[in-house]
């Protein structure tokens, strides 16, 4: 089960496709355009979809000029919200309970706030990820393992509704998180963005 730099299965659901980052941590851009070409919002293939993963990383992180893309860092998730919504998606960010205060802290400080400003944010109660994706919806997880250069580092990854996850780190598809988990020696961070399509306009 893998499909590579946008080649696409079609199941009886939904068409499921692959994508590599191009970037040392355009992962959550990777996994934010998988899920638009997965829903028909964007185009992942060839250079169409490279050309694409650098403009969505682009508007994630809005870089400095002339910068080597492999510096830009991590995705926030309150910066791939604002991008979902505008590429035509809803999106809201899920946090659950035991690791609320630790994310706030150690990964992403002033996150808390600027969700509730978007109107992005839900606690969840449960002390880890049990949300269970509806057919027209998307899970970006993060992930946490060790690094020997930051300590921790992060990784997004796609969730979808049959529980098959995509990894933009080698732009394959596995069958469940555990894979990813046991290949990465890595966890979720109890943080996911859940992402559907905007049928509203």
């Known amino acids: ?49 490279r050309t694409n993963e650098k403009n969505i990383y682009t508007s994630i992180v809005k870089p400095k000029k002339n910068t080597d893309p492999n510096t830009w860092g991590i995705s926030k998730p309150s910066d791939i ?39 992005a944010y839900t606690k969840m109660s449960a002390t880890h990820s049990n949300h269970i994706l509806n057919r027209g919806e998307r899970e970006l997880k993060i992930m946490a393992q060790r690094s020997l250069r ?23 598809n596995d069958y469940n998180i555990k894979v990813i988990k046991d290949y990465y020696k890595a966890h979720g961070i109890g943080v996911s963005i859940i992402l559907s399509r905007d049928t509203s306009a």
């Open 81 to 119: 919200v604002c991008v979902a919504r505008e590429m035509g998606m809803n999106a809201q960010v899920v946090v659950y309970k035991t690791w609320s205060a630790a994310i706030q802290k150690f990964f992403f400080p002033t996150e808390m706030s600027k969700l509730r400003g978007l109107n």
């Open 150 to 172: 930051y300590g921790m580092a992060m990784h997004y990854v796609m969730v979808r509704p049959d529980g098959s996850v995509m990894d933009p780190g080698d732009g394959k």
């Open 1 to 49: 089960m893998e499909y590579l730099d946008g080649e696409s299965y079609t199941s009886e659901d939904y068409t499921m496709l692959g994508y590599k980052q191009t970037y040392a941590q355009s992962c959550g851009a990777a996994a934010l355009l998988c899920a638009a070409g997965e829903f028909g919002l964007i185009e992942t293939r060839g250079q169409t979809g």
